[in-house]
C-alpha cells in the first residue's frame, strides 16, 4: 500500500516565523502534492510537483514555496508564516496524473 | 477552469438507509471525476474513479457513483450505509494539468 508520511504532525508558532513542513512518500511516485484544508473550502491546492526540482503553482500559493529534493521528498515552506495560514495541511502523492491520490495523515499548523 | 459544487454540506441517515450525495461540476476539456473519503482526523482516501466508458462505476465498500455528461454530475450512491461510513466525503475533478479540484465536501452522519 502507498505510504505518505508527514511530519511534524502538530506545529504552533508565531506570526512571523519559519516553517517547514515535511512530506516522504515511498511509491516512486512521480507527483506529489501540498493542499491545505479548511472548514468551508475543503481541499485547496497549494503547489506541487512533476518530479525532483520540479515545481508548479497551485491555486493559493501566496506565502507558500515549496521544494521537491528528491523524488520521495517534498518541502512547504512559510517563512514569515502568518495567522491566516493555521490550517490542516495534507501532502498527496500519485504515479500519474489521473490516477488516484494517497494522502498522508496531515499537519496541523497553528499560526498565533 | 475547473469547478466542483456539493450542494449538501450535511447528509444524515439511519444505518440501512440508501444515501446519495450530489456532486457537479464544470470543465471544458476531457476530464476524470473521483470521490474520496475522510474520517474524521485521518486523511483522505480514494473511493473510485470515472474516466470513460460504463457511466456507472464501483468502488469500495460498496459505493457507487454515476457520471452525467448533460447533468455535469458524477453522484456517489449507496444502497445500504453502516454506521463506519460516516465521514466527510469529497468529489473532485481532474483534467490533463495533473491537478485535482475539490469541493468542499459533504459530512455524512449515520444514526444508528
Known amino acids: 500500500e502507498a505510504a505518505v508520511t508527514q511530519s511534524p504532525r502538530n506545529k504552533v508558532t508565531v506570526t512571523g516565523g519559519n516553517v517547514t513542513l515535511s512530506c516522504r512518500q515511498t511509491?516512486?511516485?512521480?507527483?506529489m502534492y501540498w493542499y491545505r484544508q479548511d472548514t468551508g473550502h475543503g481541499l485547496r491546492l497549494i503547489h506541487y510537483s512533476y518530479g525532483a526540482g520540479n515545481l508548479q503553482i497551485g491555486d493559493v500559493p501566496d506565502g507558500y514555496k515549496a521544494t521537491r529534493t528528491t523524488q520521495e521528498d517534498f518541502f512547504l515552506l512559510l517563512e514569515l508564516a502568518s495567522p491566516s495560514q493555521t490550517s490542516l495541511y495534507f501532502c498527496?502523492?500519485?504515479?500519474?496524473?489521473?490516477?488516484?491520490?494517497?494522502f498522508g495523515p496531515g499537519t496541523r499548523l497553528t499560526v498565533l | 477552469t475547473q469547478t466542483v459544487s456539493q450542494s449538501d454540506a450535511h447528509v444524515t441517515v439511519f444505518e440501512g438507509d440508501s444515501v446519495e450525495l450530489r456532486c457537479n461540476y464544470s470543465y471544458g476539456g476531457s476530464i476524470y471525476l473521483s470521490w474520496y473519503i475522510q474520517h474524521h482526523g485521518h486523511g483522505l482516501q480514494f473511493l473510485l474513479k470515472?474516466?470513460?466508458?460504463?457511466?456507472v462505476v464501483q468502488g469500495v465498500n460498496g459505493f457507487e457513483a454515476e457520471f452525467s455528461k448533460s447533468d455535469s454530475s458524477f453522484h456517489l450512491r449507496k444502497a445500504s450505509v453502516h454506521w463506519s461510513d460516516s465521514a466527510v466525503y469529497f468529489c473532485?475533478?481532474?483534467?490533463?494539468?495533473?491537478?485535482?479540484?475539490f469541493g468542499k465536501g459533504t459530512k455524512l452522519s449515520v444514526k444508528s
Open positions: 498527496a502523492s500519485t504515479g500519474t496524473g489521473n490516477a488516484e491520490q494517497f
Open positions: 473532485a475533478v481532474g483534467g490533463s494539468n495533473a491537478k485535482l479540484t
Open positions: 511509491n516512486s511516485h512521480n507527483y
Open positions: 470515472y474516466y470513460s466508458g460504463n457511466p
